[in-house]
Nanobody, 126 residues
Framework: VQLQASGGGLVQTGGSLGLSCAAS????????VGWFRQAPGEEREFVAA????????NYADSVKGRFTISRDNPKNTVDLQMNSLKPEDTAVYYC????????????????????WGQGTLVTVSS
């Protein structure tokens, strides 16, 4: 089972980036999926999560209104659209997943995820 995060890069303050998490070896349909990020010298922190059903989402307060998580089950991807980016959004972004029977659960805890991607770097210049 592998998760591949992509789409990171360098963007100016106020710009936008779209990240994508693709899965191989599993289908995303029975999984809730989350995005986390880790800045240099900081703990890995929750960013956004989407439930297995796609109907429930959760966001960190710091990204609410700017980031949007969505899933495309036929394509087996979960995307994170990031708008109005700020320098403090600079981090390595990771996607994570866990198979679940809870169709509307979109957890924020790292311990609620079993599989992790390798991360993609987002750098926001001021």
């Amino acid at each position: 089972v592998q998760l591949q995060a992509s789409g990171g890069g360098l963007v100016q303050t106020g710009g936008s980036l779209g990240l994508s998490c693709a899965a191989s070896g599993l289908t995303f349909r029975p999984y809730h999926v989350g995005w986390f990020r880790q800045a240099p010298g900081e703990e890995r922190e929750f960013v956004a999560a989407i439930s297995r059903s796609g109907y429930n989402t959760n966001y960190a307060d710091s990204v609410k209104g700017r980031f949007t998580i969505s899933r495309d089950n036929p394509k087996n991807t979960v995307d994170l659209q990031m708008n109005s980016l700020k320098p403090e959004d600079t981090a390595v972004y990771y996607c994570a997943a866990r198979s679940t029977t809870l169709i509307n659960h979109a957890p924020i805890a790292r311990t609620s995820y079993d599989y992790w991607g390798q991360g993609t770097l987002v750098t926001v210049s001021s």
